[in-house]
């Protein structure tokens, strides 16, 4: 899609380009409600369901705003660079959160941070060469494990006893798994295109 394309397409539609983009960006307010809540809120029943909604709303806004995008044919390269980015700022802060009340461990939000630096930058090396810098599927499987991984990890206290604290580092370390290898198919393609010179 060219940069005509997108201006033609916010002329004829821009309160449904706005309404697309908020969608997509109310991820990280909610995501920074999320952190203050589970931070700074005394642990309780009504802490962890409004948590636990929170959760549910930003996943379901990531899950939905591509689909109606399409649907409604407001899908544009913009859409496609905000989208990867509120995903990484809202799960980025989220984890921040988890990791803070002890319910992942702190190498998860790093892992995730330098995950994202680094297809950051793959993607850029990708863009100058010309070459696609859409999501690839094995970021999509790690989108899919970090969402399940968040409400796991939230409800962890409760079922942690019941069997046993390896459940607790089994989550971090697939998650970390995941988030890691999630990263090398970008590495890979973008040094195919350093070497396609």
């Known amino acids: ?5 997108i201006t033609n397409g916010f002329k004829n539609n821009p309160r449904g380009y706005i309404l697309i983009q908020s969608v997509t960006l109310v991820r990280i307010p909610l995501s920074v409600i999320f952190f203050v809540i589970l931070t700074a809120c005394k642990e309780s029943t009504l802490t962890l369901v409004f948590a636990l909604c929170l959760l549910l709303l930003i996943e379901t806004t990531d899950a939905v705003d591509g689909h109606i995008a399409r649907h409604f044919n407001l899908a544009s390269e913009y859409g496609a660079i905000l989208d990867p980015y509120a995903d990484s700022i809202s799960r980025l802060i989220i984890y921040s959160a988890l990791a803070s009340k002890n319910l ?6 790093l892992t995730m941070a330098l995950r994202d630096i680094t297809v ?10 010309n ?4 999501a690839r599927i094995s970021g999509k499987i790690k989108a899919i494990v970090q969402a399940i991984g968040s409400f796991l990890a939230i409800l962890g206290p409760f079922y942690w006893d019941r069997i046993g604290n390896w459940s607790f580092y089994a989550l971090s370390w697939i998650i970390i798994t995941v988030t890691f290898l999630s990263s090398i198919e ?6 195919r295109a350093i070497k396609d010179k």
């Open 1 to 5: 899609m060219d940069s005509k394309q």
């Open 104 to 109: 992942v461990l702190l190498l998860v939000p």
């Open 120 to 129: 950051a930058y793959a993607r850029i090396l990708l863009a100058k060469k």
């Open 131 to 134: 070459q696609s810098v859409s």
């Open 186 to 191: 970008y590495i890979r393609d973008a040094f």
